[in-house]
T-cell receptor, first 111, second 116 residues
Framework: QQQVKQSPQSLIVQKGGISIINCAYE??????FPWYQQFPGKGPALLIA?????SEKKEGRFTISFNKSAKQFSLHIMDSQPGDSATYFC??????????FGQGTRLTINP | NAGVTQTPKFRVLKTGQSMTLLCAQD?????MYWYRQDPGMGLRLIHY???????AKGEVPDGYNVSRLKKQNFLLGLESAAPSQTSVYFC???????????????FGPGTRLTVL
């Protein structure tokens, strides 16, 4: 059973636009929600993370929005750039060790 | 610092063969992890370790064994490889006791394994 569901599978956005990727989780014990970015041929790298005591966290052009009651969280990339083209994974865990990942979203930013 | 390194980068096995994947980290991290990545399924945790000499099962442990004899190394073994184990394997590590960030996992570059 998929504990973390991610959508869409792929996304194409024009340069300068807003990219939005959504995730939903089932386990209410999850208390750590990171987003990882992966470029082709590389390992994933942490982009931004949130804990459920806040509803939003912003780092530069990247924002996580968190809705505890709906058990959903999303990644917003403002002013999307071609260099943001990558695969993005949401994840969730109880504590931060046993991460459960979403299926991934392949993001393409058209110049 | 090299960070997290994985050996080998690529490997092709025949069904029934065995092999060991090596992960090494130079960040003095306490925790280490092995994941597999398959198309459309994200990354799934195979086994993990919270310290030297300890290991624990993750989400998909069947068919794999691990050992953490030294703090900096985490080995993943396949005793009898099957085509279903064709995947990209990633190692990760986290947490430098006592003051390091306990949450961020740092990933290696991956090992692409094909089982024929």
């Amino acid at each position: 059973q998929q504990q973390v569901k991610q959508s869409p599978q792929s996304l194409i956005v024009q340069k300068g636009g807003i990219s939005i990727i959504n995730c939903a989780y089932e386990n209410t014990a999850f208390d750590y929600f990171p987003w990882y970015q992966q470029f082709p041929g590389k390992g994933p790298a942490l982009l931004i993370a949130i804990r459920p005591d806040v509803s939003e966290k912003k780092e530069g052009r990247f924002t996580i929005s968190f809705n505890k009651s709906a058990k959903q969280f999303s990644l917003h990339i403002m002013d999307s750039q071609p260099g943001d083209s990558a695969t993005y994974f949401c994840a969730a865990s109880e504590g931060a060790q046993k991460l459960v990942f979403g299926q991934g979203t392949r993001l393409t930013i058209n110049p | 610092n090299a960070g997290v390194t994985q050996t080998p980068k690529f490997r092709v096995l025949k069904t029934g063969q065995s092999m060991t994947l090596l992960c090494a980290q130079d960040m003095n991290h306490e925790y280490m992890y092995w994941y597999r990545q398959d198309p459309g399924m994200g990354l799934r945790l195979i086994h993990y370790s919270v310290g030297e000499g300890t290991t624990a099962k993750g989400e998909v442990p069947d068919g794999y064994n691990v050992s953490r004899l030294k703090k900096q190394n985490f080995l993943l073994g396949l005793e009898s490889a099957a085509p279903s184990q064709t995947s990209v394997y990633f190692c990760a590590s986290s947490y430098s006791y006592p003051s390091g960030d306990p949450d961020t996992q740092y990933f290696g570059p991956g090992t692409r394994l094909t089982v024929l």
